[in-house]
């Protein structure tokens, strides 16, 4: 359980056994490819933008074609994933136009509906002696007010709706300026014939859009069924293979390849480089890193990896991270009911079924055993479902008795007992701080600078637990004073004088605060577990409150499930969330330095292919 070390391996082939070289490499998924910097060298300049773009466009097809798809997609090997992924943005592309054609016509058939009734065209402007206007003033107006506008006009009122009043005038003359005034908006739809026969028309051409929209959709529902067929592991691999040879010197007869490899797998891959020069060194401080852990540790590393990978310098903070990790998740969402389901869900999609979520489902389902635990130590399954079940329909009187503490009549205990862990966490943290200092020949900074916090620290808490016994308070009081004393002598040893040098040393202790503070934040591990618990034995109250009739048990099944499901995901990210936080401020903080990159071999895509 620690990084893994890694070595340097240089190889050197002829340029005729280069693609060889690199299939044999892609095969073995064992070697990190690094830019050669030898001198002398060349590079290809391949560009990878073509592939970039199919793969965003397989990609933007699987997307879009997932609403499309009607039962159970059929299991395919992909054939020519690009030429699908094409077809299905194309066939997208016709339907948005379609669906464009259909609203803008609608929108042009509601705008001239008002003119149904018409019995000229609209696009009739004038003959030879008389001039022809139709359109609409706002509001309701009656002809007779129309009539006042010009003795030599005529005027017909189409219909009032949608607040105006739609008319059509014949005139001789300029009416203009007295229409304008009335607020008058000329329809100019250039239609030459009747409104009705034309709206008609356009709904026929509805129709028929709609019916190829129909038939589009089938085809996409069909497409839909391939899914499975748009697969980016070949681009990617393409895409990963041409950066392999973008990072490859190059002499007028050979090509070299520098890279990085597992030290346990050295061996092996020089053995399987037939026909090259393969060098196997000590890598420098850039090497990349990666983690080998057991079960238990193995699925946060993603945690870390979220945070910074370690440099090569660090320690695997995995192990250690884990069992707090669980620990903390479990005391946050501590209801065993929960637990369960995790569990059952969890451990399914982690150790069973195949999917890309697996390292993530197998962390849940270590996180679901210990909210059950905690469930259990709280009493707390479902809230008090148990209660609540019993004493309604059954009118018995059943408790589910915690195993240690009841959050919600002892909040004071578990709000010592969730400082205590966030202590004991520090504590750890400071502990690895001081051993990695120490492996690095740092002994002073070790004893003085994290060793007198790690004195003072635990100081503080022995006199806290001497509240109640005098002798032992002494001893902390003591402890504590010495780590101070520790602090103040050597804390401001950059100064120049004695007198700075003293008040750097006093300075420092204000650092006490911060330790506080961290050790403080680890009262959300009450907070959450209690705000869990009570959120769910509200949610049994409510459902209860139909009593014991068939609408009671129909509303309290409602009640429970919806409630429940809520409160599951709400909490469920709480927890998820607020432990993340713990690690990554209160832990990692105190001794994780990072920087490090994350180990990816050439050929990663291959192996899922």
């Given at each position: 359980?620690?990084?893994?070390?890694?070595?340097?391996?240089?190889?050197?082939?002829?340029?005729?056994?280069?693609?060889?070289?690199?299939?044999?490499?892609e095969?073995?998924?064992?070697?990190?490819?690094?830019?050669?910097?030898?001198?002398?060298?060349?590079?290809?300049?391949?560009?990878?933008?073509?592939?970039?773009?199919?793969?965003?466009?397989?990609?933007?097809?699987?997307?879009?074609?997932?609403?499309?798809?009607?039962?159970?997609?059929?299991?395919?090997?992909?054939?020519?994933?690009?030429?699908?992924?094409?077809?299905?943005?194309?066939?997208?592309?016709?339907?948005?136009?379609?669906?464009?054609?259909?609203?803008?016509?609608?929108?042009?058939?509601?705008?001239?509906?008002?003119?149904?009734?018409?019995?000229?065209?609209?696009?009739?402007?004038?003959?030879?002696?008389?001039?022809?206007?139709?359109?609409?003033?706002?509001?309701?107006?009656?002809?007779?007010?129309?009539v006042?506008?010009?003795p030599?006009?005529?005027?017909?009122?189409?219909?009032?709706?949608?607040?105006?009043?739609?008319?059509?005038?014949?005139?001789?003359?300029?009416?203009?300026?007295?229409?304008?005034?009335?607020?008058?908006?000329?329809?100019?739809?250039?239609?030459?014939?009747?409104?009705?026969?034309?709206?008609?028309?356009?709904?026929?051409?509805?129709?028929?859009?709609?019916?190829?929209?129909?038939?589009?959709?089938?085809?996409?529902?069909?497409?839909?069924?391939?899914?499975?067929?748009?697969?980016?592991?070949?681009?990617?691999?393409?895409?990963?293979?041409?950066?392999?040879?973008?990072?490859?010197?190059?002499?007028?007869r050979?090509?070299?390849?520098?890279?990085?490899?597992?030290?346990?797998?050295?061996?092996?891959v020089?053995?399987?480089?037939?026909?090259?020069?393969?060098?196997?060194?000590?890598?420098?401080?850039?090497?990349?890193?990666?983690?080998?852990?057991?079960?238990?540790?193995?699925?946060?590393?993603?945690?870390t990896?979220?945070?910074?990978?370690?440099?090569?310098?660090?320690?695997?903070?995995?192990?250690?991270?884990?069992?707090?990790?669980?620990?903390?998740f479990?005391?946050?969402?501590?209801?065993?009911?929960?637990?369960?389901?995790?569990?059952?869900?969890?451990?399914?999609?982690?150790?069973?079924?195949?999917?890309?979520?697996?390292?993530?489902?197998?962390?849940?389902?270590?996180?679901?055993?210990?909210?059950?635990?905690?469930?259990?130590?709280?009493?707390?399954?479902f809230?008090?479902?148990?209660t609540?079940?019993?004493?309604?329909?059954?009118?018995?009187?059943?408790?589910?008795?915690?195993?240690?503490?009841?959050?919600?009549?002892?909040?004071?205990?578990l709000?010592?007992?969730?400082?205590?862990?966030?202590?004991i966490?520090?504590?750890?943290?400071?502990?690895i701080?001081?051993?990695?200092?120490?492996?690095?020949?740092?002994?002073?900074?070790?004893?003085?600078?994290?060793?007198?916090?790690?004195?003072?620290?635990?100081?503080?808490c022995?006199?806290?637990?001497?509240?109640?016994?005098?002798?032992v308070?002494?001893?902390?009081?003591?402890?504590?004073?010495?780590?101070?004393?520790?602090?103040?002598?050597?804390?401001?040893?950059?100064?120049?004088?004695?007198?700075?040098?003293?008040?750097?040393?006093?300075?420092?202790?204000?650092?006490?605060?911060?330790?506080?503070?961290?050790?403080?934040?680890?009262s959300?591990?009450?907070?959450?577990g209690?705000?869990?618990?009570?959120?769910?034995?509200?949610?049994?109250?409510?459902?209860?409150?139909?009593?014991?009739?068939?609408?009671?048990?129909?509303?309290?099944?409602?009640?429970?499930?919806?409630?429940?499901?809520?409160?599951?995901?709400?909490?469920?990210?709480?927890?998820?969330?607020h432990?993340?936080?713990?690690?990554?401020?209160?832990?990692?903080?105190?001794?994780?330095?990072?920087?490090?990159?994350?180990?990816?071999?050439?050929?990663?895509?291959?192996?899922?292919?």
């Amino acid at each position: 359980m620690a990084i893994v070390k890694m070595k340097k391996i240089s190889v050197v082939a002829l340029k005729e056994d280069g693609d060889r070289i690199l299939d044999t490499l892609e095969r073995l998924g064992a070697v990190e490819i690094d830019r050669c910097e030898e001198k002398g060298v060349t590079h290809e300049a391949v560009s990878d933008a073509d592939v970039e773009s199919r793969l965003r466009q397989t990609e933007k097809a699987a997307s879009e074609i997932k609403k499309y798809i009607r039962g159970k997609p059929e299991n395919k090997p992909e054939k020519n994933s690009v030429q699908l992924a094409e077809d299905i943005l194309s066939a997208l592309a016709h339907r948005q136009k379609l669906i464009d054609e259909i609203n803008r016509i609608k929108l042009s058939v509601s705008a001239l509906e008002p003119y149904r009734e018409l019995d000229v065209p609209i696009g009739t402007r004038k003959s030879a002696h008389v001039r022809f206007k139709t359109g609409f003033i706002p509001g309701d107006i009656d002809k007779e007010e129309l009539v006042k506008i010009s003795p030599l006009a005529h005027f017909e009122i189409i219909t009032k709706a949608r607040g105006r009043t739609y008319i059509w005038t014949a005139f001789m003359g300029n009416i203009n300026d007295k229409l304008l005034s009335l607020g008058f908006m000329e329809e100019k739809a250039a239609v030459n014939v009747l409104t009705s026969e034309w709206i008609n028309e356009q709904g026929q051409k509805i129709a028929s859009l709609e019916e190829k929209l129909k038939m589009l959709d089938r085809k996409l529902e069909e497409y839909g069924k391939r899914i499975s067929e748009l697969s980016v592991i070949p681009l990617l691999r393409e895409k990963e293979r041409i950066d392999a040879e973008n990072k490859i010197g190059r002499t007028a007869r050979t090509v070299i390849i520098t890279g990085y490899v597992p030290a346990a797998d050295s061996e092996r891959v020089k053995k399987e480089l037939t026909g090259a020069y393969v060098e196997i060194s000590e890598p420098g401080d850039d090497a990349p890193v990666m983690f080998k852990n057991n079960a238990f540790a193995a699925p946060v590393e993603d945690i870390t990896g979220t945070y910074s990978m370690p440099s090569a310098d660090d320690i695997d903070p995995n192990p250690i991270m884990a069992v707090f990790y669980y620990l903390f998740f479990g005391m946050m969402f501590s209801d065993a009911g929960y637990g369960l389901l995790m569990i059952i869900a969890c451990g399914y999609m982690g150790f069973i079924k195949k999917n890309k979520m697996q390292k993530m489902m197998r962390m849940f389902f270590f996180c679901g055993i210990s909210t059950t635990f905690w469930g259990l130590m709280y009493g707390s399954f479902f809230g008090n479902a148990v209660t609540s079940v019993a004493e309604t329909f059954f009118g018995k009187s059943i408790a589910l008795k915690p195993l240690w503490i009841d959050p919600t009549g002892e909040p004071l205990t578990l709000l010592i007992f969730s400082i205590a862990l966030g202590f004991i966490q520090i504590i750890v943290g400071l502990s690895i701080k001081f051993y990695m200092q120490a492996r690095r020949g740092r002994y002073f900074e070790a004893v003085f600078d994290t060793g007198s916090w790690i004195i003072a620290l635990l100081g503080i808490c022995i006199t806290a637990v001497g509240v109640v016994a005098p002798m032992v308070q002494k001893v902390g009081m003591a402890v504590m004073i010495i780590g101070f004393v520790m602090l103040i002598l050597t804390q401001g040893r950059d100064k120049k004088n004695i007198f700075a040098k003293l008040f750097g040393g006093i300075i420092s202790l204000y650092d006490i605060t911060s330790y506080i503070s961290d050790i403080l934040s680890y009262s959300r591990l009450m907070a959450l577990g209690l705000a869990t618990g009570v959120i769910a034995q509200v949610i049994n109250i409510l459902g209860s409150l139909g009593g014991k009739s068939v609408v009671g048990v129909l509303m309290f099944a409602a009640v429970f499930v919806i409630g429940h499901a809520m409160n599951f995901a709400i909490n469920m990210l709480g927890a998820y969330v607020h432990t993340n936080r713990l690690q990554y401020v209160e832990f990692y903080s105190k001794f994780y330095e990072g920087g490090g990159r994350k180990f990816i071999p050439f050929g990663a895509y291959y192996r899922d292919l």
